[in-house]
């Protein structure tokens, strides 16, 4: 599975970006999609995950009410719309795919830049 990841950028804080990643190759031994990011200094941290039909999402409490995590079948594109963004949001944003027990895919990260 080959991910591709983009819609990173320089926002101010309140405000809005879409993320989205496109999946190509075995996409359909793809059980889940997930976000995960890494902010400076920091571990890498869980964010959002969707099954692949798109029925069933997951979110880490401190992004619950601000993200969205939302998938376009026809597209193989799983996006990310994050809302309030604040400066602590600000971090490289990875997908991945889950194939197996966890996620072992991924893409190469978009950085998001929350700043004014």
């Known amino acids: 599975v080959q991910l591709q990841a983009s819609g990173g950028g320089l926002v101010q804080p309140g405000g809005s970006l879409r993320l989205s990643c496109g999946a190509s190759?075995?996409?359909?031994?793809?059980?889940?999609m997930g976000w995960f990011r890494q902010a400076p200094g920091k571990d890498r941290e869980f964010v959002a995950a969707?099954?692949?039909?798109?029925?069933?999402?997951y979110y880490a409490d401190s992004m619950k009410g601000r993200f969205t995590i939302s998938r376009d079948n026809a597209k193989n594109t799983v996006y990310l719309q994050m809302n309030s963004l604040k400066p602590e949001d600000t971090a490289v944003y990875y997908c991945?795919?889950?194939?197996?027990?966890?996620?072992?895919?991924w893409g190469q990260g978009t950085l998001v830049t929350v700043s004014s």
């Open positions: 991945a795919a889950q194939t197996g027990r966890s996620f072992n895919s």
């Open positions: 190759g075995r996409t359909f031994s793809i059980n889940r």
């Open positions: 969707i099954n692949w039909s798109g029925t069933s999402t």
